[in-house]
């Protein structure tokens, strides 16, 4: 089966540092993706690893060991707007049709 | 604007009314998606389609139709709707292979 594990909720205050895990078991993979979704509304595309190693974008970085089938978001100096639901995504085939998500990390960001 | 398009934003039906849920986009992506979310459960894919006339299932496509007669436009329809189809609905799109999928801002339906 395909299953993606992230912990389902994360809290830190204003200006810390936070890791969003993520480890995958799937049939295929073709690269991990980011999501931001804020209050129920549209998910938003965050960065996308397709080779091991660290892709950084502004204040968020993302990680990804295949060999490990693991990788992490991590968001620097937090913000209360960061506050939000965060889901990985692996691509599942080379035609990018499967785009599988994970049950999503909320973040509260408190001061 | 480059945008996907859900309508309606919010339903309420009765069970076993038809109904359709449109996703329109207007960035000429081949590929549409349409995903269902639910606490707890994360975003679960229903069908895709990679162009026009080419459509396929994803993880939970019981209880659901879809078409793409058109490359912008990707309904979805539930024929004989059901409380277990109460949910949050999103639409996306995305070039074939590319990673970012663009998202709709969603439709809340529910089914008494």
């Known amino acids: 089966g395909q299953s993606l594990e992230q912990p389902s909720e994360v809290t830190a205050v204003e200006g810390a540092i936070v890791q969003i895990n993520c480890t995958y078991q799937?049939?295929?993979?073709?690269?991990l993706s980011w999501y931001q979704q804020h209050d129920g509304g549209a998910p938003t595309f965050l960065s996308y690893n397709a080779l091991d190693g660290l892709e950084e974008t502004g204040r968020f970085s993302s990680f990804l060991s295949r060999s490990d089938s693991y990788g992490y978001l991590l968001l620097q100096e937090l913000q209360m707007k960061d506050s939000a639901s965060y889901f990985c995504?692996?691509?599942?085939?080379?035609?990018?049709?499967?785009?599988?998500f994970g049950k999503g990390t909320t973040l509260s960001v408190s001061s | 604007e480059a945008q996907v398009t859900q309508n309606p934003r919010y339903l309420i039906t009765v069970t076993g009314k038809k109904l359709t849920v449109t996703c329109s986009q207007n960035?000429?992506?081949?590929?549409m998606s349409w995903y269902r979310q639910d606490p707890g459960l994360g975003l679960r894919q229903i069908y895709y389609s990679m162009n026009v006339e080419v459509t396929d299932k994803g993880d939970v496509p019981e209880g659901y139709k879809v078409s793409r007669k058109e490359k912008r436009n990707f309904p979805l329809i539930l024929e004989s709707p059901s409380p277990n189809q109460t949910s949050l609905y999103f639409c996306?799109?995305?070039?074939?292979?590319?990673?970012?999928?663009?998202f709709g801002q969603g439709t809340r339906l529910t089914v008494v």
């Open positions: 996306a799109s995305k070039t074939g292979m590319n990673t970012e999928a663009f």
């Open positions: 995504a692996v691509r599942g085939n080379q035609a990018g049709t499967a785009l599988i």
């Open positions: 960035m000429n992506h081949e590929y």
């Open positions: 799937t049939s295929g993979f073709y690269g």
